[in-house]
């Protein structure tokens, strides 16, 4: 059965599975599965021949490598753990939800939270002193919920202005899009005055 899913040799299967991790090493198993047209117990058992671990072992490795510090807000302002940060250009943080962040009768996030996180992971991004948000265009793909982990990805366009950036983030649960955002972030070069801060803090 797992022979007819199979697209190419194991040799080049393998090859593409190594570059697509290189270039994205969050990648889940079923973002695998759909690139490489095989079953994810083919992807497991791939992953496990090369000695790549799992997405929890993988973040737990990203988290421990020497990435660019923050220097718009204080670390302990970012909402959730960064595991990666390429200022002015990307950055990762995961944030898993608590009883402290979900609603007690339901279990599912405050959307707030899921905001906070977005939000304080574009400001981190950028290369300055000061990072204000501006404004904000959100959307809540669905909702979240107590023990889940948000993986949200910051990604810095070009804005046309240098007083200015646009920062998309994009929230993940598993290989699932929970949230995304559109900010655009005033450096301190920039008009701040009469801009709102930009964190939940």
Do not use: W
Not at 88 to 101: L, P, Q
Not at 122 to 136: G, K, R, S, Y
Not at 170 to 186: A, C, N, R, T
């Amino acid at each position: 059965m797992v022979q007819v899913i199979e697209r190419l040799p194991k040799k080049q299967r393998h090859q593409q599975l190594l570059k697509h991790m290189e270039d994205n090493p969050f990648m889940t198993d079923r973002e695998l599965t759909r690139l490489l047209k095989v079953s994810i117990q083919t992807v497991r058992l791939d992953r496990m021949e090369l000695g790549i671990p799992e997405l929890r072992e993988r973040l737990k490795l990203m988290a421990e490598r020497s990435y660019d510090p923050v220097r718009s807000l204080q670390a302990d302002e970012v909402i959730g753990e960064i595991v990666d940060l390429q200022l002015d250009r990307s950055a990762i943080s995961i944030f898993e939800i608590g009883e402290e962040h979900a609603f007690s009768r339901s279990g599912i996030a405050r959307g707030h939270h899921l905001f906070a996180q977005a939000n304080s992971l574009a400001v981190a991004v950028i290369n300055d002193e000061v990072a204000l948000t501006a404004t904000a265009d959100i959307r809540f793909l669905r909702p979240v919920r107590l023990g889940e982990k948000c993986i949200a990805k910051a990604y810095v366009r070009r804005a046309g202005q240098r007083s200015k950036a646009k920062v998309e983030v994009f929230s993940y649960v598993g290989d699932e899009l929970v949230f995304e955002g559109q900010f655009m972030i005033h450096r301190s070069g920039g008009e701040a005055a009469g801009i709102e801060g930009g964190d939940e803090h």
